[in-house]
């Protein structure tokens, strides 16, 4: 099982072993390109090659607004994989 995370900049990552220190989970699919398309989707990407960061979230005044944009993009990334 793959899990995607990131972290309160908004940075994301995913792994297939525990979640980093710090990180909030977003996402887990056993396959990894279908975990990996959902969140390219709706990720904001980075000038970095390859960063995709949750764009809310690393814009979010407070962590009421971060916890709001996290949501907001889990669910848009649950959806993505319901419909595979």
């Given amino acids: 099982m793959f899990t995607?995370?990131?972290?309160r900049t908004g940075e994301?990552?995913?792994?297939d072993g525990g979640l980093p220190e710090?990180?909030?989970?977003?996402?887990?699919?056993p396959d990894k390109a279908a975990l990996d398309d959902a969140i390219s989707t709706y990720a904001?990407?980075?000038w970095q090659k390859g960063l995709l960061i949750v764009g809310e979230l690393r814009m979010a005044d407070?962590?009421?607004?971060?916890a709001e944009?996290?949501?907001?993009?889990?669910?848009?990334?649950?959806n993505h994989l319901s419909t595979q």
Wanted: aromatic letters at 12%; a negative charge; hydrophobic letters at 35%.
């Fill in 4 to 7: 995607a995370y990131c972290y």
């Fill in 12 to 15: 994301i990552g995913v792994t």
């Fill in 22 to 29: 710090g990180t909030l989970p977003i996402a887990q699919h």
């Fill in 44 to 46: 904001t990407h980075s």
């Fill in 62 to 66: 407070t962590d009421d607004d971060a």
């Fill in 69 to 78: 944009a996290l949501e907001q993009f889990k669910g848009w990334v649950e």
